[in-house]
């Protein structure tokens, strides 16, 4: 198991972040910056962490929910100029707001660490439609982030790349086009319907972690959830350079946050 490979989301994310909305990306883009940054990507990733450290998806409370809700409601408060979408931003700013019926990548993007911690596929499952429900209700939004998680946590157990194909062709059968095809012609929106397969094809194409984010950006458009949804995988199937974990952690200055990656990386490597 790649016990490193949850920085994946993180670092996919921060590479990404300067080149979101860009009509044209050089293949030999720099992988890191000045001006590469966090965003809501990473803030919700380790939201979703720190569920999981504390057993709230688990947790048979009263109001399930809401406390599921609270945790991100509250991270992505800390951090309110992070990039959020619209409608997530008007529901973290009103706790009577419920789930919206979000078909957007919203879970898919924060979703990955839940393949650290799932004992089983059907656990993984489960905690996914747990912690997506309470913004992304939709089926194609939680279905995006079934598809990322399950991927993760089965790329973390050894599976093939044929396998992960074939996994992901159960949810999206547009796949077989190929990473080549959805270069050409990219979707540039932020519905999971649309950027979810693009991700995991960047990935399928891949040759390595950095191969991998390197063809999620060129992508195009939501370059940050693009390399933050296929990094998730990819960190989970080959590994990440300490390296690039390094970059990406000079550039999370918040030690609330530090010291919840660090919480997790430790809980990871005692499950293994």
Not at 1 to 7: D, P, V, W
Not at 72 to 90: E, I
Not at 94 to 121: F, H, K, V
Request: aromatic share 12%; net charge negative; glycine share 8%.
């Amino acid at each position: 198991m790649h016990t490193n490979g949850f920085y994946g989301a993180i670092i996919g994310d921060i590479v990404g972040s300067v080149y979101e909305e860009h009509d044209y990306v050089s293949e030999k883009f720099p992988l890191f910056s000045k001006s590469s940054h966090f965003t809501d990507d990473t803030v919700l990733t380790i939201a979703t962490m720190d569920l999981l450290l504390h057993g709230v998806v688990r947790a048979p409370l009263c109001n399930h929910y809401g406390a599921i809700a609270s945790y991100y409601r509250r991270w992505a408060n800390r951090f309110s100029d992070a990039g959020y979408g619209r409608y997530f931003y008007g529901w973290m700013k009103d706790e009577t707001i419920g789930a919206y019926q979000s078909e957007g990548n919203g879970a898919a993007m924060r979703i990955s660490p839940i393949a650290y911690l799932a004992s089983s596929e059907e656990d993984c499952l489960y905690l996914v439609d747990e912690s997506s429900a309470v913004t992304h209700d939709s089926y194609s939004g939680t279905a995006g982030a079934r598809v990322i998680a399950l991927l993760t946590y089965e790329a973390l157990h050894g599976a093939s790349k044929d396998k992960l194909q074939a996994t992901a062709l159960a949810y999206y059968p547009e796949i077989r086009k190929g990473y080549k095809e959805y270069k050409r012609d990219p979707a540039y929106t932020a519905l999971a319907k649309d950027t979810v397969p693009e991700a995991v094809a960047a990935f399928l194409d891949s040759s390595s972690f950095e191969d991998c984010i390197r063809k999620a950006i060129l992508l195009t458009g939501d370059t940050d959830t693009l390399a933050a949804m296929a990094g998730s995988i990819a960190g989970a199937f080959y590994g990440i350079d300490d390296s690039l974990v390094e970059e990406a952690l000079e550039r999370i200055d918040d030690d609330e946050m530090l010291k919840t990656i660090a919480a997790f990386a430790e809980t990871v490597e005692k499950k293994e």
